[in-house]
């Protein structure tokens, strides 16, 4: 204001003050938020082809900002893009995530609190593992506490985790604020966590039916809505692919299936164009993961259970088999694991599969991948391309997972295989003896961020044994135990601690093994 004095009540009677000039001046900064609300919708969409150009278009030049930084690293995580997600710099940006001290701003270091989130959710178990997860899961629920919606934080264990978060109210918080993407990964990961019974209890219903249809009533409008229905879509599809079983089978997931049915031809009625999500095509691959019949009896009546080794199947989701054998080349046929499919079925999934390519979504192609070699009687090509796409995407513990998987369908006299698949296991690193008998370090650090989970790494040395040695067929048992129980017990020391305990327990019968003492973590 450039005058020394004045009369703010003009006076059109007194021609001196008949005109005040104002010369003021502020910052002015781009309205970036229209450019992240359509990434963050591309990003749900699983567009992700669309939301890294939109990313590259509006918003790479405000990196710099912790909150776009983080939205941008979730979506190279839903994306199966691994790689790519660990070649964000956010912790050489932000040296307090490095530090013990706290952030002085709570949005800040909330934002921090998300990225340690999907930090973790991008590893996979090491050494350290449990005790990271207490300690950012336990400087989370601090903050959190702030949060009217939020309980108390002094009973964290798993035992009574589920009741850390007041759930029955934080949920009519969300519904209030018509978040359905958030309601959507809180209920995916709470389900998985602790079971369909959590959906029930955080509903306040009688039964899983009834807190189903409480759902719907509290969000279905009147009119078609592209984000509800994509968002509840997403929901019960994920619920559907996270616990994958026949209908039949399992009056809950048939309950899933019917409401997801709804919905997915809602779509096609009114939103065509996003045929093409992600949630629609989960619906396409669910669809048929719920139609999966029986394993067919073989003629000769062998089974899996006949044979001495342990088949695993790492985690929730859909996962490939995983033999782990007892004697040399002693393991079931393909055919034992694999189900039958009809045309309808595999043309689905190509459909699907397409889908996600066209998309960018790499997570949705391999879990696509995973149920057509499931569904096939020569899985090998299925196969190749499935670790590929792992391979490049650094998705470490799905590569060494299709691998062993690999081991399953490979015959006992193809010597070109075999030398092919110890070759991709030795990508992940891996100690091999050479001719003289001495250990050889061998690391491959292009894509091994970290380890795999226990219960592989231990499959891994059992199977990469009989493969690099090309171990005697007939040498029995006893002389395939004899042989590597010196080299199995000094693996056993990086990661035995980390073993499921039932596992472990067959370990020490099967393999005669000594395995370190168990990590015990306050979680």
């Not at 709804?262 to 996003?274: M, P, R, Y």
């Not at 006949?306 to 929730?316: K, L, R």
């Not at 459909?351 to 960018?360: E, K, N, S």
Request: net charge negative.
């Amino acid at each position: 204001i450039q005058q020394k004095a004045f009369d703010a009540v003009h006076d059109p009677s007194d021609p001196s003050k008949k005109d005040i000039i104002f010369k003021m001046s502020m910052p002015i900064e781009e309205d970036f938020q229209p450019g992240l609300d359509e990434f963050c919708r591309l990003r749900r969409l699983g567009h992700f082809e669309d939301a890294e150009q939109q990313f590259q278009h509006t918003l790479k030049n405000l990196q710099g900002m912790p909150y776009v930084l983080v939205q941008y690293c979730e979506m190279l995580l839903a994306a199966g893009r691994y790689t790519s997600f660990r070649a964000v710099s956010y912790r050489k940006k932000y040296a307090s995530l490095e530090s013990e001290e706290s952030v002085k701003d709570p949005c800040l270091d909330m934002l921090e609190g998300n990225f340690w989130l999907l930090d973790l959710l991008a590893k996979v178990p090491q050494p350290s593992f449990d005790g990271d997860i207490f300690e950012a899961i336990k400087r989370i629920l601090g903050k959190l506490e702030l949060e009217s919606a939020m309980g108390s934080t002094e009973h964290l264990n798993d035992h009574y985790f589920n009741h850390v978060f007041k759930w029955n109210q934080l949920y009519h918080r969300i519904l209030g604020e018509n978040r359905i993407w958030d309601l959507r990964d809180l209920l995916v990961a709470a389900v998985s966590l602790f079971g369909t019974q959590f959906l029930t209890q955080c509903l306040n219903g009688k039964s899983f039916s009834l807190a189903l249809d409480r759902l719907l009533e509290d969000w279905i409008q009147p009119e078609y809505d592209e984000s509800t229905n994509l968002g509840l879509l997403d929901l019960f599809t994920s619920l559907l692919l996270d616990r994958p079983s026949s209908i039949k089978d399992n009056p809950k997931a048939a309950l899933l299936l019917e409401h997801a049915k709804t919905l997915a031809e809602s779509i096609q009625v009114n939103d065509t164009q996003n045929m093409r999500s992600r949630p629609f095509i989960q619906w396409i691959m669910a669809k048929v993961v719920s139609e999966m019949g029986d394993i067919p009896i073989r003629p000769d009546g062998l089974r899996v259970e006949d044979f001495s080794g342990i088949t695993i199947f790492p985690g929730p989701g859909v996962h490939l088999p995983v033999y782990i054998p007892a004697e040399p080349w002693d393991k079931p046929h393909w055919d034992m694991y694999s189900v039958r499919s009809n045309h309808q079925q595999r043309q689905a999934l190509q459909v699907a599969l397409q889908a996600a390519r066209f998309i960018g979504d790499y997570r949705l192609q391999a879990t696509c991948l995973k149920i057509l070699i499931l569904y096939s009687q020569e899985p090998k090509v299925l196969m190749d391309s499935l670790s590929s796409l792992q391979f490049e995407q650094g998705d470490t513990e799905g590569f060494l997972e299709t691998c062993l998987s690999k081991y399953i369908a490979l015959g006992s006299e193809d010597e070109a295989a075999r030398l092919d698949l110890v070759a991709d296991i030795e990508k992940l690193g891996t100690i091999l003896r050479d001719k003289s008998g001495d250990a050889q370090p061998r690391v491959y650090s292009s894509n091994s961020f970290c380890e795999p989970k226990a219960s592989l790494l231990w499959a891994r040395d059992v199977i990469i044994r009989i493969l690099a040695e090309n171990a005697d067929r007939d040498g029995g048992q006893n002389n395939f135990l004899k042989n590597n129980v010196e080299f199995w017990n000094g693996q056993l020391v990086k990661y035995g601690s980390r073993l499921p305990l039932p596992m472990a327990n067959i370990i020490q019968e099967k393999y005669r093994v000594q395995l370190p003492q168990r990590i015990q973590t306050p979680l």
